[in-house]
């Protein structure tokens, strides 16, 4: 099973980063997704997570009407667009799979992790 983020950076606040998770090694298709994040001397923290069919998402109140979240099932990809970032969304980014439904972001409660990808907001 693997779990690839890309799509990390330095970016200014307001600005914009798209994150990718690309995954093999299990169907995909069977799996909700979820995005999850941990900045420094904090725990790790469910940011949005989405249905294994595409018709149901959830997010995080601080980033409620900023990130959008998508999966491509014929690609195996789950992506992050995140808009409007703020320096508190500076942290590592992590992209998870569970057989939960129809998503969670409760940490504990995924199967399988990404080794994440950085995301820093400053000026």
């Known amino acids: 099973v693997q779990l690839v983020e890309s799509g990390g950076g330095l970016v200014q606040p307001g600005g914009s980063l798209r994150l990718s998770c690309v995954t093999s090694g299990f169907t995909f298709g069977a799996y909700p997704m979820g995005w999850f994040r941990q900045a420094p001397g904090k725990e790790r923290e469910g940011v949005s997570c989405?249905?294994?069919?595409?018709?149901?998402?959830y997010y995080e109140d601080s980033v409620k009407g900023r990130f959008t979240i998508s999966r491509d099932n014929a690609k195996n990809t789950v992506y992050l667009q995140m808009n409007n970032l703020k320096p508190e969304d500076t942290a590592v980014y992590y992209c998870?799979?569970?057989?939960?439904?129809?998503?969670?972001?409760?940490?504990?409660?995924?199967?399988?992790w990404g080794q994440g990808t950085q995301v820093t907001v400053s000026s």
């Open positions: 989405i249905a294994s069919s595409d018709d149901y998402t």
């Open positions: 998870a799979a569970s057989l939960i439904r129809p998503c969670t972001i409760v940490a504990d409660l995924n199967d399988y």
